[in-house]
C-alpha cells in the first residue's frame, strides 16, 4: 500500500544538497542569519507553507523559483518565514524591573526639564516589546512626556501585524499581566486590540540591523534582545557599533540573557541591576 504526500508534506521531503545549502547562502544573503548544517527541519517547517501556498511541487522548486529570480514578493516572504522569531509581553521581567527601578528613575531626573524620552526596540517582531514598554511608562505616570518608541524588524509581514495591536488569547495569556489586559486592551470577537492611546507611542519601520545608522538616534535605551544570537561575529561586532552610535552617553543597552558584549564591543560597561546586566555607554 503507498501513500501519496501532498502539500507541505511533499514539500518537506528530499531537499537536495545542494539547494540546503543555496538557502543557507540567500537567507544570510537577505538577513544575515546564520542556519548551521543541521537546521534542515527548521527550514523545511518555516518554507513547507510557502510552498504550498505558491503550488510547488516540493522545496527544490521553490529553491529554482528564487534561482531564477522570481518575484520580489516571493524572496520577501521566504525572508519573512526565516526570520520570526519568538517574542511575549514582558519577556524576561528582570529586564523591565532594571528599567522600572534603576534606569528610568534616572532617566526622568536628567530629562525633567526636557520631559523627552526616546526609545528603539530592534527586531520587534509583533511588537509585544514595544507595547509593554509603552504600557510600562504609562503606569509610570509619564503620559504627560513626549514618549517615542520607535520599534523595527526585518519582516514586513510582521510588522504590519504589529502595527494592528491586535493578539490572540494565547499571547496575551503570556507575560502580560491580567491588570494590564483590563485596562489597555479590548475585546473583539476572538482576539484583543490595544488601545489607541498605547498603540500611538509606538512607530513601526523596517529596518535590516546590518544597515549603517547613523540616521537613527539619539536614544535613551535600546532593546535588541535574542537576535544577535543568529549573526556571524563580524556582524554582530558590526552591529553592536552601530547600536552603540545611536545612543544618548550613558544610555543604556538590553540584550537577550544568553547574548553579551564582551569579546565583541568594549564601548560598553557592564551594569548589574536587579537580577540582570544592563550595557550602557559611558
Same mark, same amino acid.
Given at each position: ?14 531537499? #537536495? ?29 518555516? /518554507? ?70 526616546? %526609545? ?26 513626549? =514618549? ?12 504590519? !501585524?504589529?502595527?494592528?495591536?491586535? $493578539?490572540?488569547? =494565547? ?14 486592551? *479590548? ?6 486590540? =490595544? ?8 512607530? $513601526?519601520?523596517? %529596518? ?10 539619539? $536614544?535613551?535605551?535600546? %532593546?535588541? *534582545?535574542?537576535? /544577535?544570537?543568529?549573526? #556571524?561575529?563580524?556582524?554582530?561586532? !558590526? ?26 564591543? #568594549? ?16
Amino acid at each position: 500500500m503507498s501513500t501519496t504526500l501532498t502539500g507541505p508534506e511533499r514539500a518537506s521531503i528530499r531537499l #537536495d544538497p545542494e539547494n540546503y545549502q543555496f538557502l543557507q547562502e540567500f537567507v544570510y544573503r537577505e538577513s544575515g542569519i546564520v542556519l548551521d548544517r543541521d537546521k534542515h527541519y527548521l527550514m523545511e517547517a518555516r /518554507l513547507s507553507p510557502i510552498v504550498a501556498q505558491q503550488r510547488l511541487g516540493s522545496l527544490n522548486e521553490l529553491c529554482r523559483a528564487l534561482k531564477a529570480a522570481g518575484p520580489s514578493g516571493l524572496r520577501q516572504q521566504v525572508v519573512d518565514s526565516m526570520t520570526t522569531n519568538e517574542t511575549m509581553f514582558f519577556r524576561e521581567p528582570v529586564q523591565y524591573d532594571a528599567l522600572r527601578k534603576v534606569v528610568l528613575p534616572r532617566l526622568m531626573e536628567q530629562r525633567r526639564d526636557r520631559r523627552r524620552l526616546n %526609545f528603539w526596540s530592534a527586531a520587534a517582531s509583533s511588537g509585544q516589546e514595544a507595547y509593554s514598554l509603552a504600557m510600562m511608562l504609562r503606569e509610570m505616570g509619564l503620559e504627560d512626556w513626549y =514618549i517615542q518608541i520607535n520599534a523595527t524588524d526585518l519582516s514586513t509581514q510582521i510588522l504590519e !501585524r504589529a502595527r494592528q495591536g491586535r $493578539f490572540l488569547q =494565547i499571547e496575551v495569556n503570556r507575560g502580560l499581566p491580567v491588570q494590564y489586559l483590563v485596562k489597555y486592551f *479590548r475585546r473583539d470577537g476572538m482576539d484583543w486590540i =490595544i488601545r489607541d492611546e498605547i498603540r500611538n507611542m509606538v512607530r $513601526f519601520e523596517r %529596518f535590516d540591523l546590518r544597515q549603517g545608522m547613523g540616521a537613527m538616534g539619539p $536614544f535613551d535605551v535600546v %532593546f535588541c *534582545r535574542n537576535v /544577535l544570537i543568529y549573526f #556571524d561575529v563580524c556582524t554582530k561586532k !558590526r552591529i553592536l557599533g552601530e547600536i552603540r552610535s545611536t545612543l544618548f552617553r550613558g544610555g543604556h543597552l538590553l540584550l537577550g540573557g544568553s547574548e553579551t558584549t564582551l569579546g565583541l564591543d #568594549d564601548g560598553y560597561e557592564l551594569v548589574p541591576a536587579c537580577g540582570t546586566v544592563l550595557y550602557r555607554v559611558p
